[in-house]
């Protein structure tokens, strides 16, 4: 078969794993303690030992009382998943009216058409999700166009994941996670859009292996005595998702299937309720990428096969929001609180990521999830936003979906008449800009709790909920500033083990935010009653200024005795920023601010320095503390290790860093810096 070029073969590219990286400052301390994947496996465990809960679990009930049951009607149909029959015949119709350029966008890029699936073993990351895509697309396409190449094209697909003896990898959490979800979603969708279009030797060969993998599947997370779940995290909801839309798809046919669905839907209870409560996504926007459509997969998958609607909650009201606020003027990529790409090197056009991330140039954003919360809620600003980022050219990794999520009857709010600046107070993260374009000055302020504050009174309610927030990195009183087409300063990308260190904020003799450096989560084993006292204090946000005020003394751990850390964050386009910190603690100690730069910092002077960013200029003048050491850095950290062991990879330099440390150590310190931008001369 032959291979194309361009954004399909880019985009089969860009399935590479997400990968972590370990801190260069704590490699030593990581050489002697256990795997990424390994600590969390023994984290649960102990939780599980610890947990309080008495008699049944939780979800037991759960699966009892919600509902999960196929409606009547839909009983030995299909398709009967996400359509029926008759409503195929509906978006055919679309397809050559309404939606024709939308549908003719995802007929270019048909996976199973234009790349042969990888053979087995097929454990080269992420390629065996890109499989169980590559089904649903092409099974989809032919339903639409009744063309048998869609047909032969999706069978091939399925054919190989049949041939996969295990889903995801042999070496890693085999069978029960992201790949695996992937696949059961490719399969269930597949299955049930193709069933009469099957052979019944093809049907039975099919349901034999989701029956297989669904039963893996099942047993994994099936509720036990103890256990707990990370329900607000990825590698929960994306292998329950799969699961239940295989469930629906074999509900009246494999007499386990009503009873993954009733775990799917007890799981999705609190996937539901622990979801972000102001739109805000915890694990950074390359995550909401990767993670948020199996949110709505699962949610359409239930509500069509049961009649149960999920989405009437804030976070999906709110989405759209986050997804504006969190493009960097242009939209060619993101401000990257969290884990979000490789540092410097993903908006300088280079490297793996960049492939990955914008196939043949085109930013991935799946910007379509927007169209089906446009539709459901009536809401014109989503629908706004989306077609926003479709004018800027992004792309969605299931353009197909665009025919049943688009409702040309939305009526769009252009994105220039929406508001430039919004503060998201459960997560505590305000984003400003000048303007809609590419040139405007853009900036973000981020000082909250790692998944909000609302988590603080959830894991009270639910006892067999157990956090996993590594994506969300120790970076309490950080900002990014972005201007004149340039990120001037900011974050540094995904690391395997975040450290404070990588962020515009402080550190304490050395010392960052949070249980930093003893692997991926910062956060693992700190109270989250501690974690739930980071909060901005004071938000004022004008057309052309702003004043934020953050309080993070509780992000730092007791032992280091921090009795005030606020942030005042003020700007206006006249002057530029000023940077105010006061910190105390109970003894003396050294006090660092971070600067960082994803090229050049220079210095001026002895209280002056200036960041370069392709001539776009950062103009630094310390005010404060009088005497202070100053130090130009490289800003290290380790690059990306194997899936299970994302803690483990190279050291890597992501740029530079401003570090200004107190000349001696004391109990209080106060730290003033301006910042002005100077566009190209």
């Known amino acids: 078969m032959k291979l194309i070029s361009g954004h399909r073969r880019a985009l089969f590219r ?19 303690t256990l795997a990424q994947d390994a600590r969390e496996a023994q984290s649960e465990r102990e939780s599980s030992k610890s947990n309080k809960m008495k008699g049944s679990h939780p979800l037991t009930q759960l699966m009892t009382t919600l509902n999960s049951t196929l409606r009547p009607e839909l009983r030995g149909q299909h398709p009967r998943v996400h359509v029926t029959e008759s409503e195929l015949q509906t978006l055919r119709q679309r397809a050559r009216t309404t939606h024709r350029e939308l549908w003719q966008l995802a007929l270019q890029n048909i996976r199973a058409l234009n790349v042969q699936p990888p053979p087995p073993p097929a454990e080269e990351r992420r390629a065996q999700n890109e499989v169980g895509i590559g089904i649903a697309e092409s099974a989809f396409a032919y339903k639409i166009e009744g063309d048998k190449k869609y047909l032969e094209a999706a069978k091939r697909y399925m054919d190989a994941a049949v041939s996969y003896d295990t889903w995801g990898y042999s070496y890693n959490r085999p069978n029960t996670d992201l790949a695996a979800g992937h696949l059961l979603y490719g399969m269930g969708v597949g299955y049930d859009l193709l069933y009469h279009d099957l052979t019944e030797a093809e049907r039975a060969r099919y349901r034999e ?11 994994y997370f099936k509720p036990k005595p103890g256990k707990t779940y990370s329900y607000s995290q990825n590698h929960t909801f994306i292998p329950i998702s799969g699961l239940a839309v295989a469930a629906y798809a074999l509900y009246d046919e494999v007499k386990e299937a009503p009873e993954w669905a009733a775990l799917s839907r007890a799981i999705f209870d609190r996937v539901l309720a622990t979801y972000s409560a102001d739109g805000y996504y915890y694990e950074g926007f390359e995550y909401w990428i990767f993670s948020t459509p199996w949110l709505i997969h699962y949610m359409d998958a239930h509500a069509h096969s049961t009649g149960e609607d999920l989405y009437d909650r804030p976070g999906f009201q709110l989405m759209y929001k986050y997804v504006a606020h969190a493009q960097l003027p242009g939209g060619d990529n993101v401000f990257d609180f969290g884990d979000v790409y490789a540092g410097p090197e993903t908006p300088a056009h280079k490297g793996e990521d960049y492939e990955r991330t914008h196939p043949s140039g085109h930013y991935s954003t799946n910007y379509n999830i927007l169209y089906r919360l446009a539709s459901r809620f009536r809401s014109g600003e989503a629908q706004g936003v989306a077609s926003w980022l479709k004018g800027l050219g992004q792309v969605n990794a299931e353009e197909f979906w665009s025919l049943l999520w688009y409702d040309p009857a939305v009526k769009a709010v252009p994105i220039e008449k929406q508001e430039r600046r919004h503060y998201f107070p459960d997560h505590e993260v305000v984003y400003w800009r000048s303007g809609w374009g590419k040139d405007a000055t853009a900036f973000a302020f981020k000082c909250g709790p790692p998944e909000g504050h609302h988590a603080a009174e959830l894991l009270k309610q639910f006892t067999d909920w157990r956090l996993s927030s590594g994506h969300a990195h120790p970076d309490a009183n950080s900002f990014i500033i972005y201007a004149h087409g340039q990120y001037l300063t900011g974050d540094s990308g995904y690391a395997g083990v975040p450290l404070t260190a990588h962020h515009n904020t402080i550190l ?5 935010q949070g249980l930093e450096g003893k692997g991926h989560d910062a956060f693992g084993g700190v109270p989250y ?9 004071e938000v004022k946000l004008t057309r052309d200024s702003a004043t934020l005020r953050g309080d993070a003394t509780s992000a730092y751990q007791p032992e280091l005795g921090v009795v005030r850390f606020t942030r005042e964050f003020r700007f206006d386009l006249k002057s530029g920023f000023t940077i105010s910190d006061d910190i105390q603690t109970t003894r003396p100690r050294t006090f660092t601010a971070l600067l960082h730069s994803d090229d050049r910092v220079a210095q001026v002077s002895a209280n002056q320095f200036e960041i370069d960013a392709a001539g776009v200029k950062l103009k630094i003048n310390l005010s404060a503390p009088a005497q202070a050491r100053t130090l130009i850095e490289p800003n290290d950290l380790t690059a990306p290790g194997p899936p299970g062991s994302v803690d483990k990879g190279e050291k890597e330099v992501r740029g530079l860093r401003l570090a ?6 004391a109990t209080s310190a106060r730290f003033v810096m301006t910042l002005k931008v100077e566009g190209k001369s």
Do not use: N, W, Y
């Open 529 to 537: 009653e501690q974690l739930d006292k980071i909060r901005i204090v």
């Open 209 to 219: 292996k989701i029956v297989r993998q669904a039963k893996l599947m099942f047993d």
């Open 14 to 32: 860009s399935t590479l794993f997400l990968l972590v990286a370990t801190s260069t400052f704590f490699a030593p301390l990581a050489r002697l």
């Open 660 to 665: 200004v440390t107190t000349s001696q150590p």
């Open 508 to 512: 304490i003799d050395g010392h960052g």
